[in-house]
């Protein structure tokens, strides 16, 4: 990936666990954003974080971002058979306003 | 609500054919954004316009070209297709040029060259 990495790359967990997945990246960015994409389709917007937040939260979700550290969070509570998919990390860089993704995480939900 | 509409959903094209993506962006919404994800890779930027100029470029090959019409709609022309043009084209749209606005996903394209 031309921005990031994520980590982990695939994760496995029983229905009803958290699942935490992380994004760092490599230059000063205005926003970073949080996709889904099921198996080959759409990306689904999920969550923006701006570069001056640390934290925020939609439904379930909750969504970290440390900028010293250039990286960032996503953590789903009470996960369902569901919120199986794949689901990336994108920045915006300073300047620009293109979407650079990361790898992205391969989540699976066991029921 | 109206989404984005890509247009055709599937397309099967040979070697060193020629291909034509459509995307039609939500209603009054004026920018478009073009990226291919590979087979098991990320989405990579390749090409976004603004009131129908081209406002940045990423990693688009010499044989594709793009452009914004005057209802707003886009086209991605590809020729001489490669084996490795084979992948998703997603087009995105939003309004303006903020870096805060929510680009907006169509279901993509899936091009396969055989």
């Known amino acids: 990936s031309q921005q990031g990495e994520e980590d982990p790359q695939a994760l496995s967990i029983q229905e009803g666990e958290n699942a935490t997945m992380n994004c760092s990246y490599k230059t000063s960015i205005n926003n970073l954003q949080w996709y889904r994409q099921n198996s080959g389709r759409g990306l689904v917007h999920l969550i923006l974080?701006?570069?001056?937040?640390r934290e925020k939260h939609s439904g379930r979700l909750r969504v970290t971002l440390d900028t010293s550290k250039k990286s960032s969070s996503l953590l789903i509570t009470a996960s369902r058979a569901a919120d199986t998919a794949s689901y990336f990390c994108a920045t915006v860089i300073q300047g620009a306003q293109k979407l650079v993704f990361g790898q992205g995480t391969r989540l699976t939900i066991n029921p | 609500a109206a989404g984005v509409i890509q247009s055709p959903r599937h397309l099967i094209k040979e070697k060193r054919e020629t291909a034509t993506l459509k995307c039609y962006p939500i209603?009054?919404?004026?920018?478009v954004y073009w990226y291919q994800q590979g087979p098991g890779q990320d989405p990579q930027f390749l090409i976004s316009?603004?009131?129908?100029?081209?406002?940045d470029k990423g990693s688009i090959p010499d044989r594709f070209s793009a452009q914004q019409f005057s209802d707003y709609h886009s086209e991605l022309n590809m020729s001489s297709l490669e084996l490795g043009d084979s992948a998703l084209y997603f087009c995105?749209?939003?309004?303006?040029?903020?870096?805060?606005?929510?680009?907006?996903f169509g279901p993509g394209t899936r091009l396969t060259v055989l």
């Open positions: 974080i701006r570069s001056n937040e």
């Open positions: 995105a749209s939003t309004t303006g040029v903020s870096s805060y606005n929510e680009q907006f």
């Open positions: 316009f603004y009131e129908k100029m081209q406002s």
């Open positions: 209603p009054r919404h004026d920018t």
